[in-house]
């Protein structure tokens, strides 16, 4: 068991006065099976209307808007996160059940193609070569290794919202690219798969009260029985180091704010994200 805070900040300067700002805030993290939610505070700058509620997927989302003359809005999410990443037990599923009928159409929505996760068909043979002879749990975590080996983490080559079909082709991308590259890799050997964004702490020695500089990060929850955490990236199954802010197909479902303002020009957008270990 961990515990770990995260306050993650999101300040927007703007080149000239904005009139009027609505956004929709992603940034409190999830309650479920493997972490609390101990506290959770969203505070927005201007002081403004808001509004909670839980979208399709389950996420927690925070709806506000600013209706006064600002130059800069400032929001600030801080959490208290209980984490008790048990070992997952060991799903005694096969193929035929995941191709069966009752398991398409309850998990139709990870198994379906979005412009986002559709991956090439090179990509959909690495998988078909990787799965070969294996059952599902292992042939899941085999195809994400086998994607993740021949990719390069380059940052600031790609964006969220850019194609896995597009990562694919460079040969390079971040923490959304391998978890799209990696859904679209299950999904097209008939896996149910979901895309997850939350925190990494990225320092598993650090020492209790010490705070560092974290990560917003994104990873993925294949289906074989039960949903199983994975982290692409970093090769590894989800851990004491995750912190699960929201699920959904792709990164579209569960971006951390999106909004629009009213206002001329441009605005210089900063985040931080800082963890500290509590326990």
Same mark, same amino acid.
């Given at each position: 068991?961990? $515990?770990?805070?995260?306050?993650?900040?999101?300040?927007?300067?703007?080149?000239? &006065?904005?009139? @009027?700002?609505?956004?929709?805030?992603?940034?409190?993290? %999830?309650?479920? *099976?493997?972490?609390?939610? *101990?506290?959770?505070?969203?505070?927005?700058?201007?002081?403004? /209307?808001?509004?909670e509620y839980r979208d399709y997927w389950g996420t927690a989302v925070t709806a506000f808007e600013v209706l006064r003359s600002h130059e800069r809005l400032e929001i600030v999410s801080e959490s208290v996160v209980e984490i008790d990443a048990n070992e997952p037990g060991e799903p005694e599923i096969?193929?035929?059940?995941?191709?069966?009928? #009752? #398991?398409?159409?309850?998990?139709?929505?990870?198994?379906? +193609?979005?412009? !986002?996760?559709? $991956? &090439?068909?090179?990509?959909?043979?690495?998988?078909?070569?990787?799965?070969?002879?294996? %059952?599902?749990?292992? @042939?899941? +975590?085999?195809?994400?290794?086998?994607?993740?080996?021949?990719?390069?983490? $380059?940052?600031?080559? !790609?964006?969220?919202?850019?194609?896995?079909?597009?990562? /694919?082709?460079?040969?390079?991308?971040?923490?959304?690219?391998?978890?799209?590259?990696?859904?679209?890799?299950?999904?097209?050997?008939?896996?149910? %798969?979901? =895309?997850?964004?939350? =925190?990494?702490?990225?320092?598993?020695?650090?020492?209790?009260?010490?705070?560092?500089?974290?990560?917003?990060? %994104? /990873?993925?929850? /294949?289906? #074989?029985? +039960?949903? $199983?955490?994975?982290?692409?990236?970093?090769?590894?199954?989800?851990?004491?180091?995750?912190?699960?802010?929201?699920?959904?197909?792709?990164?579209?479902?569960? &971006?951390?704010?999106?909004?629009?303002?009213?206002?001329?020009?441009?605005?210089?957008?900063?985040?931080? #994200? +800082?963890?500290?270990?509590?326990?």
């Amino acid at each position: 068991m961990s $515990v770990l805070r995260v306050v993650h900040t999101t300040s927007f300067d703007y080149a000239a &006065p904005v009139t @009027a700002s609505y956004n929709e805030a992603r940034m409190r993290p %999830a309650t479920d *099976r493997r972490q609390t939610v *101990r506290s959770s505070r969203l505070d927005v700058r201007p002081n403004t /209307w808001a509004d909670e509620y839980r979208d399709y997927w389950g996420t927690a989302v925070t709806a506000f808007e600013v209706l006064r003359s600002h130059e800069r809005l400032e929001i600030v999410s801080e959490s208290v996160v209980e984490i008790d990443a048990n070992e997952p037990g060991e799903p005694e599923i096969t193929w035929e059940r995941l191709g069966g009928d #009752v #398991v398409l159409d309850a998990y139709a929505p990870f198994l379906v +193609e979005t412009p !986002t996760t559709a $991956v &090439p068909d090179d990509v959909a043979a690495l998988a078909l070569d990787a799965a070969a002879g294996l %059952a599902p749990e292992a @042939a899941a +975590e085999a195809i994400c290794l086998a994607v993740r080996d021949l990719l390069e983490y $380059v940052p600031g080559v !790609t964006t969220v919202h850019t194609p896995a079909a597009e990562a /694919w082709e460079a040969r390079t991308g971040v923490c959304q690219d391998m978890a799209h590259l990696a859904i679209g890799a299950l999904r097209s050997v008939g896996i149910p %798969a979901r =895309y997850v964004s939350g =925190y990494l702490h990225p320092k598993p020695d650090a020492g209790v009260g010490e705070t560092v500089v974290g990560e917003s990060h %994104a /990873w993925l929850e /294949w289906w #074989v029985g +039960e949903w $199983v955490g994975y982290d692409p990236t970093n090769r590894r199954p989800v851990g004491r180091d995750h912190v699960v802010v929201g699920r959904g197909r792709e990164y579209d479902d569960v &971006p951390p704010l999106k909004g629009v303002y009213a206002g001329a020009g441009g605005s210089d957008l900063d985040v931080t #994200v +800082e963890v500290t270990r509590l326990a």
